[in-house]
């Protein structure tokens, strides 16, 4: 199988105010996970890559103090939006690659955050 | 640079067949995938095409020809749930995913 979960779901907050999301990997082991940020009827774009026990790769115009990621285990990471603003509302969704079908490429993604910054 | 393409929108009727195309230009490849993303979810795995060919799943067929640089994703005995957006990505050289914009299918009874 390859399940993740991503925790919570759905969370409003107060603009200033830090919120963290959790992507697990149920029955794999992921040494790699993603995290994408998708705006509405906008294509899924990549945010950072996350290798267990090593530092966050963040892709161009992403701000590493801003999404912190912590990668501590092979089936935790987390992504914790700092002093976030209304503009920073959006869909999170993380991924993780391995599982046992599809290829060891394969991204499995979890069930996706959206967030509503007030 | 990189590039994904594969139409916006297609419109199909309930019990037939539509195939969505996808061409790519990329530096390097180790597979292209499929993934289907119902609106305001995440998207989910379809398949998996790493050699030239045609792999079958049930309703879904995906088809790859590296020489080309396309692939299609072919879906028979169209059902209403079948409408959803249809993701194409490839994998690059550095395996960094490149992912296409999806296409919107729309299913009509």
């Known amino acids: 199988g390859a399940v993740v979960s991503q925790h919570p779901s759905r969370v409003i907050c107060k603009s200033g105010t830090s919120v963290k999301i959790e992507c697990r990997s149920l029955?794999?082991?992921?040494?790699?996970m993603f995290w994408y940020r998708q705006f509405p009827k906008q294509s899924l774009m990549l945010m950072a890559t996350?290798?267990?026990?090593?530092?966050?790769?963040?892709e161009q115009g992403v701000e590493k103090d801003k999404f912190l990621i912590n990668h501590a285990s092979l089936t935790l990471s987390t992504l914790t939006v700092t002093s976030a603003h209304p503009e920073d509302s959006s869909f999170y969704i993380c991924?993780?690659?391995?599982?046992?079908?599809?290829?060891?490429?394969?991204?499995?993604f979890g069930p996706g955050t959206r967030l509503l910054v007030l | 640079g990189q590039n994904i393409d594969q139409p916006t929108e297609m419109t199909a009727t309930e019990g037939a067949i539509v195939q969505i195309n996808c061409t790519y230009q990329?530096?390097?490849?180790?597979?292209l995938f499929w993934y289907q993303q119902h609106a305001g979810e995440a998207p989910t795995f379809l398949s998996y095409?790493?050699l030239d060919g045609l792999e079958e799943k049930g309703r879904f067929s995906s088809f790859l020809s590296r020489s080309k640089g396309y692939s299609y994703l072919l879906l028979k005995e169209l059902q209403m749930k079948d409408s959803a957006s249809y993701l194409c990505?490839?994998?690059?050289?550095?395996?960094?995913?490149?992912w296409g914009a999806g296409t919107k299918l729309i299913i009509k009874p």
């Open positions: 991924s993780a690659r391995g599982g046992s079908s599809g290829g060891a490429e394969t991204q499995y």
């Open positions: 029955d794999f082991q992921a040494t790699t």
């Open positions: 996350s290798n267990e026990g090593s530092k966050a790769t963040y």
């Open positions: 990329t530096s390097g490849f180790n597979g």
């Open positions: 095409n790493v």
């Open positions: 990505a490839v994998m690059d050289s550095n395996y960094q995913l490149i």
